[in-house]
């Protein structure tokens, strides 16, 4: 697909197909998430990619919808906070780095026809049991991957008027 065909079409998919991801699939999708930028090339980040047959009880600890293990994966995104880098006035880019990455394996997965979804509203400390994640791992960002059941539905985004000021910082007058 070109690339403005695929942010167009990539969407959060809310059901899945038990249907299998070939594992060249998966491994497509986990070698786009490698290729992403990261802060000084640090690549603080690691993926748990977890098979959801038969663990389906566990993952609904982390995420409670139906839809979270509905796909054949899920896969969790976490950071090593000491492994990134930090800017001069100690902001640490782990999350910034692990989000691009995971943004890479969103949109590898669209491309060749599989569905994902950001979650961000999971329990953290059932991910951790659940994962086995050490202390000094954090975990960021879930989704399933796996053939998508249901269909998009219309985007709906802030004006581009909203999103992007120029030359300063320029509230919109009334705002
Ligand atoms: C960081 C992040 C966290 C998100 N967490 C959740 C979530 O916990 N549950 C959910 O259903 N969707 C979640 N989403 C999906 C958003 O709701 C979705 O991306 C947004 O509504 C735009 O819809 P679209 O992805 O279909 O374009 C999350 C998205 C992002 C980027």
């Known amino acids: ?7 167009q079409q990539r969407y959060s998919v809310r059901s899945y197909r038990p249907d299998p991801v ?6 497509q999708v986990l070698e786009a ?4 930028p990261s802060a000084a090339n640090r690549q603080p980040f690691r993926l748990i990619v977890v098979r959801t047959e038969g663990r ?8 409670g919808r139906d839809w979270f293990v509905q796909a ?4 969790g995104i976490c950071t090593v906070p000491a492994e990134a880098w930090s800017r001069a006035d100690g902001k640490n880019y782990a999350d910034v780095d692990a989000t691009i990455a995971m943004d890479h394996l969103v949109l590898a997965a669209a491309e060749i026809g599989l569905g994902t979804c950001w ?5 953290a400390k059932a991910a951790r049991d659940v994962l086995g994640l050490p202390a000094d791992v954090e975990p960021i960002a879930f989704t399933p991957l796996g053939l998508p059941a249901d269909l998009a539905r219309p985007k709906r985004r802030r004006d581009l008027a909203d999103l ?3 030359d300063r910082w320029n509230p919109r007058p009334g705002a």
């Open 1 to 7: 697909m070109d690339f403005y065909e695929l942010i």
């Open 22 to 27: 070939s594992p060249e699939k998966l491994q």
């Open 33 to 36: 998430a490698q290729l992403a």
């Open 56 to 63: 389906e009880n566990e993952l609904r600890l982390i995420y």
């Open 72 to 75: 054949p994966y899920v896969i």
């Open 119 to 123: 979650v961000g509203a999971f329990d």
């Open 164 to 166: 992007v000021h120029y």
